[in-house]
């Protein structure tokens, strides 16, 4: 585990192409790859903005049902 740590280090971001510290962060579902801290901000934004779609999506197959 702990070499796992050690090969990743230095890994570019798949984002913004900047050099990832530590293990860096699953980009998935906006960016395939692994992303910085700084990119995964906007990952985990993006997570959170399907999930109000999906959110949204239910209300309105309820109401219109
Ligand atoms: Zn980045």
């Known amino acids: 585990m702990y070499q796992d740590v050690l090969k990743k280090d230095g890994e570019k971001?798949?984002?913004c192409g900047g050099t990832i510290k530590g293990?860096?962060?699953n980009g998935s579902p906006l960016i395939?790859?692994?992303v910085c801290d700084k990119c995964n901000v906007d990952v985990v934004a993006f997570r959170m903005h399907m999930i109000n779609i999906k959110e949204a999506l239910k209300d309105w197959e309820e109401?219109?049902?």
């Open 32 to 34: 395939n790859g692994r």
């Open 13 to 15: 971001c798949a984002r």
């Open 63 to 65: 109401k219109n049902r």
């Open 23 to 25: 293990y860096g962060h």
